[in-house]
């Protein structure tokens, strides 16, 4: 009998020398695509949202740096770094706290500096490499994830999926591996305010998969750890800091504090694109400050009273003396701290 492979879905596609996004904002209403050409609208999709989710963002920026040199070519080594390198910071800009924007973007400017034309092949080979290497970290966490589980319900946040990767997802690569193997009887998801990527994305695309969810409000979620028991929180991260704190979507914080209360196990899934070796602390990390519509409106419509005013910081930090488990495709860590993630960083070096 053949398995059931729980991965169809790509946000991010390389097609005919242009970067196909699929527009996260019309989701899960419309399935509509984005063909980019030059790395400014690249850079404007990540800003924007069309893509987001933070392995998701570093291969279509990765992507946009081949844009970028394409459209050097030709130019003398004078005439192309210059502007390239700004084509590059611009991308850079694009949000500020995954780490995986400016790991990837990094992994491609080590090349550039060593060539003197635009070299495309091999950018473009290497912005492929981390689009596959990024699927099969994550497939590798899958099934790192669910040998934690044990026919547990699970609770996630935001959408920490294919969607928000380069292909099968960290939260949801767990939830798809546990699920294909009968280790998970129910999937939460927390509706994930003001972007909805909760209720807008990880329900669509489990629900494309098959896998059964049901949604709360994140309001809901202590009631649901006290009469329900969830086994897990699982939960992606945008950014781990050398000593195991998590920036991941607002909301992941309060989780893992009423988790602990509860004991409810928390886990955070992400590969070590993911892990800042340079940032000793969450307290460092820069967290990307939204505009205040998208908490006063919803999907365009005024919600607040008129004259309220709201503070929309997206992301936040956990410490890492609430995680139980980090799940990376290197191994997991219990309980993770500078020594355990130094060691696993140096062996996967
Ligand atoms: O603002 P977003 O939608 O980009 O936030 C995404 C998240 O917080 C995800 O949990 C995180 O990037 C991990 S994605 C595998």
Redesign the pocket.
Known sequence: MKAIIYDNIRAVQWVDGRVRLLDQRLLPHEVRYLDLSTSAEVAAAITD?VV??????GITAAYGVVLAAAQRYGESAERWRQPLQEDMDTLLRA?PT?VNLRWAVKRLSVIIDTLKIPPLEPLLAQAKRIHAQDIAANQRIGTLGASLLSRDSVLT?????AL??GGY???LGVIRSAWAAGKINKVYADETRP?L?GSRLTAWELLQEGIPVTLICEGAAAALMRERRPGWVI????RVAANGDVA??IG?YSLAVIARAHGVRFMVA?PTS?VDMDMPSGDGIEIEQRQTDEVLTMQGKPIAAPGATAWNS??DVTPASLVDALVTEQGIIHNPDTDKLKRLMNASS
């Open positions: 949202m987001r989710g933070a392995p998701a963002i949000r995954a946040h935001c959408n920490a999926g928000a990767t997802g960290t939260a972007w990527q939960v992606g991260a945008d991941n979507k992941t992400a993911t997206v992301f």
